[in-house]
């Protein structure tokens, strides 16, 4: 009982660590976006740093990955992820099926 508390605590640091990681991704993708969603609303532009803080340069995702932490509706994940494609911030990914997509770096 008491190993799979240690086990778990160790688990905790590593979480810890690829927070610091995320958040040096966080510092580029601002600079990354700042140019590039000047264009978009200011809910839009949230919608895009939730997403890149969920899946990074790195995680692939598609529409429903999208619909389920933004909660949008179908029509509306695909208008997003239409729109960030457009604007050169995503971009497909093949092998991983229909549909899905990468932050470019």
Same mark, same amino acid.
């Given at each position: 009982?008491?190993?799979?508390?240690?086990?778990?605590?160790?688990?905790?640091?590593?979480?810890?660590?690829?927070?610091?990681?995320?958040?040096?991704?966080?510092? =580029? %993708?601002?600079? %990354?976006?700042?140019?590039?969603? /000047?264009?978009? /609303?200011?809910?839009?532009?949230?919608?895009?740093?939730?997403? !890149?803080?969920?899946?990074? !340069? =790195?995680?692939?995702?598609?529409?429903? $990955?999208?619909?389920?932490?933004?909660?949008?509706? +179908? /029509?509306? $994940?695909?208008?997003?992820? /239409?729109?960030? $494609?457009? $604007? =050169?911030?995503?971009?497909?990914?093949? +092998?991983? +099926?229909?549909?899905?997509?990468?932050?470019?770096?």
């Amino acid at each position: 009982m008491n190993e799979e508390k240690v086990d778990i605590g160790d688990e905790e640091v590593d979480i810890e660590n690829e927070k610091v990681n995320i958040q040096d991704q966080k510092v =580029d %993708v601002e600079s %990354v976006l700042s140019e590039k969603t /000047s264009d978009f /609303s200011v809910k839009t532009t949230e919608h895009i740093h939730k997403l !890149f803080e969920k899946f990074g !340069f =790195d995680e692939v995702f598609g529409r429903s $990955a999208v619909m389920e932490l933004l909660e949008l509706k +179908g /029509s509306g $994940a695909s208008k997003l992820l /239409s729109n960030l $494609a457009q $604007a =050169d911030i995503i971009e497909p990914v093949s +092998g991983h +099926g229909k549909g899905r997509y990468k932050f470019k770096k």
